[in-house]
Structures are given as C-alpha cells and as structure tokens.
C-alpha cells in the first residue's frame, strides 16, 4: 500500500493519503480552470484510499457550486487545493502531495472545454528557473 504526504502552500494544513490511487485526470472544464487558474487540474481519484488529517483540518473550506456535483476544499488561509471526500474515497489535487508521485495521469478529460490558449504548450520557450533572476 502507498503512503503519500501533503500540506498547503502556508503549511497550515498537513495530511497523509493511504492506499492507491485508481485514476489521474488532467480535467480541462471550465470549473477546473477556474478552481485553478490554470489550463487544467491535476486531480489523483482514490474510491479506496483513507485520508488522516495532521494538522489545521479546522482551516479546510470547502465550495460547492450551486445545482452541481463540483466542489473545491481549500486551505483558508493561503487558498491552496486540498483534498476533498467523493463517493467512498477522496479526490486529491496531485499539486497538493510533497511525496514523490510516480503514477502518470491517465487522461485529459473535457477537452473540447480547454482554453483557447491551451495547444501545444510543448512548443512554449522553457526555463529551469525564472529568467534572469536565479529563483525558482
């Protein structure tokens, strides 16, 4: 069984994910782009996996659009996306674990949502760090 750990971007919010997950999406849907500001989310699906919060369970929100099954768990604090529980198990945002990940994602979905910019984004200029300035 795979142990996997996680935590916010302010460190409030800490947690532990047992077991294996069964699906990774890269979702391309308007609300996921939303949730994300970004062309998708990266969302790990575990219908079997057992969550254990560490710490700052207390700091967790979670926002559920009105009339659907589409939720975001957030951190309070720093508005990092965490876990969130679905059916008998939990959808984990893949950005949201500190342990290493070796499963790769098993689909785009909803891609006829994607943003316009969204298309071959592996021709994009790449830097290891920010140019210029050595950060990362």
Not at 65 to 75: E, L
Not at 87 to 108: K, Q, Y
Not at 116 to 132: F, Y
């Amino acid at each position: 069984m795979t142990t996997h750990q996680g935590s916010c971007l302010c460190g409030a919010v800490r947690f532990e994910v047992q077991g294996d997950f069964e699906r990774f999406y890269l979702c391309h849907c308007s609300r996921c782009r939303k949730d994300t500001g970004s062309a998708h989310a990266a969302n790990l699906f575990g219908p079997a996996v057992a969550l254990t919060w560490l710490a700052g369970q207390q700091n967790v929100t979670t926002y559920t659009v009105p009339g659907a099954r589409h939720a975001k768990a957030f951190c309070a604090t720093c508005g990092s996306a965490m876990p969130r529980p679905m059916g008998a198990g939990f959808v984990v945002p893949a950005g949201s674990l500190d342990s290493a990940l070796v499963m790769r994602p098993t689909a785009h979905i909803f891609v006829a949502s994607r943003a316009a910019w969204d298309h071959e984004l592996e021709t994009v200029e790449r830097h290891d760090t920010i140019s210029g300035t050595g950060k990362t």
